[in-house]
Each structure stands twice: as C-alpha cells, then as structure tokens.
C-alpha cells in the first residue's frame, strides 16, 4: 500500500490534519518553526499590528470620544443619592445610638434605631440627589445654550444650584446657597485643571 497515498495517514490524509504528516520544503517556505514543530501561518504575524495606540471605540461622525453632561448626569444622580444614603445611614446609627443610650437592648430600642436609620437615609438621598439633579439640569441647559463645555459650565451650574436650592430662604438664602455653590464648583474646576495649571507654570518658569 502507498504511504503516500492522499487517503493514508503517513504524509497526507488525517495525519496531516493533526500535526503527524510531514511536510516538504514548499510547504515550509517563509513560516517560521519553533523548535521541531512547524508554526501555522494563520499565527505569523507581525507583532505591530497588536500594538493598538488609538481607541478603537466607532464613534458617530461628529461624535466626541468623551461623555457629554447628559450622559454624565444619570451617573452624577446616582451616584449622589446612594452616597446620601450611605452618610445618612451611618448619621442615623449615630443619632439613634445617641438617642437610645438610657435604654437597654430591648426591641423598642431596635425599633427606633431603625426608624432614625431610614429617616435619615432617605432625607440624605433626597436632598443629594435633588441638588445633583438641580445640577445636572442646569449644566446640559447652559452647555446647549452656549454650545461649548468648559469650565464656565460647571461654575454658573454649580452657582445657579445653590441659588435655586436656597430660593426657599429669602433673599440672603439665594445669595449664600448661590456662593456656597460658586465656591464648590470653583473648586471642583481648579481641581480639575490642576495639572495643566501646574504644567503651564512649570513651563513659563523655563522662559
């Protein structure tokens, strides 16, 4: 019988298939072996293009590679109603725990405890989360209004906030919500410029 044969194992057939065949010279030309064994050409590839240097994220035309107010403001209210939540829970262990010193670990005290837990969590996230809503409103407005996003969005949002939360108190009210907002929004904006600020100064220094 003939070994090489198309149907036998020996140099074609199965055996090829699995790595048990061999292979002539033709066969191997321009793949490169690792040890004994013959590399599959579908492996040989140039390893610069592995190298990925660009997002590869497909993107709408005229779309911007980062995320818009709008799409930032669902993160900004949750993220604030469940860090309300979180402080208001550990506040209202803290009171009730206060409150309920007197009394022994009976189910009264539990009770309460709890009670002082819940109130304070849901007073805590409502109140974070209206004044990220607030904010968060304010910002897209003022961003589709201008049609820029810069820190001058940020600042009269984060102004604007405060003013509208504090409107309930009065004319001083409105101003000390509107400055306590301008102060935290600046702060928030210088942070977050703080790098190029200090790379600016750094490279003015040279000169």
Known sequence: MDNNAPGSGGKGGFGSLFGGGEYSNTELAGVPL??????SPYLNVDPRYLVQDTDE?????GANKTRGRFELAFFTIGGCCITGAAFGTVNGL???????REMGWTKPRNVQILNMVTRQGASWANTLGSVALLYSVFGVAIEKARGAEDDINTVAAGTLTGMLFKSTGGLKGVARGGLV???????????????????????????
């Open 34 to 39: 690792t040890g004994m064994s013959p590399l």
């Open 57 to 61: 994220f497909i993107l709408p035309t």
């Open 94 to 100: 803290r009171m009730g725990l206060k409150d309920t």
């Open 181 to 207: 907002g301008l102060t935290l929004s600046g702060a928030y904006a210088l942070y977050s410029n703080w790098d190029h600020i200090r790379g600016g100064s750094s490279s003015s220094s040279l000169y």
